[in-house]
């Protein structure tokens, strides 16, 4: 899989197929809580929480790091009426996987309580799933 498939997958909401590009030791950040997600499974129900909230999700530039070992994917999406932006830092190991996986968005309030909670209740029915 190549990051043109990944961000194809991303934007057509296939969060399974992007994970085939994700490393099994891969570091999740969000904006959302301080602490880091580990590992390719907890990254998944977060990818797949998100994509439940997000609408019309498109990657809109993307940037790639000399020698390809990392890319900024610049994302829209809206949450409800809400237009959010965005950046996806991804850092590729030597096999190309994903290993680190960082997230910011814009604005702030898009991380506020109206937004917060369909997002809360996206992730607590994806980890609900996963621990079954």
């Keep these: 899989m190549t990051p043109e498939d990944f961000q194809a997958a991303l934007e057509r ?13 891969v570091t999740f950040r ?15 129900v ?7 909230v997000f609408q019309d999700f498109r990657y809109v530039r ?3 790091e000399e020698h390809a070992m990392g890319l900024a994917l610049v994302f829209e ?19 190309g996987l994903v290993d680190d ?3 910011m968005v814009r604005p702030h309030s898009a991380l506020d309580k109206r937004t917060t909670p369909a997002m ?9 799933s996963w621990e079954d």
Excluded: C, W
Aim: glycine share 8%; proline share 3%; net charge positive.
């Design 13 to 25: 909401g296939d969060v399974d197929a992007a994970g085939e590009m994700l490393a099994d030791n």
């Design 30 to 44: 969000s904006p959302a809580v301080f602490e880091p997600y580990q590992g390719k499974a907890a990254t998944l």
């Design 46 to 52: 977060l990818l797949k929480a998100v994509s439940s």
């Design 62 to 64: 993307s940037f790639v």
């Design 77 to 95: 999406a809206r949450i409800g009426t809400r237009t959010i932006e965005g950046v996806d830092f991804l850092r590729l190991n030597s096999l």
């Design 101 to 103: 996986f960082r997230v």
């Design 120 to 128: 809360a209740a996206g992730l607590t029915n994806r980890l609900r």
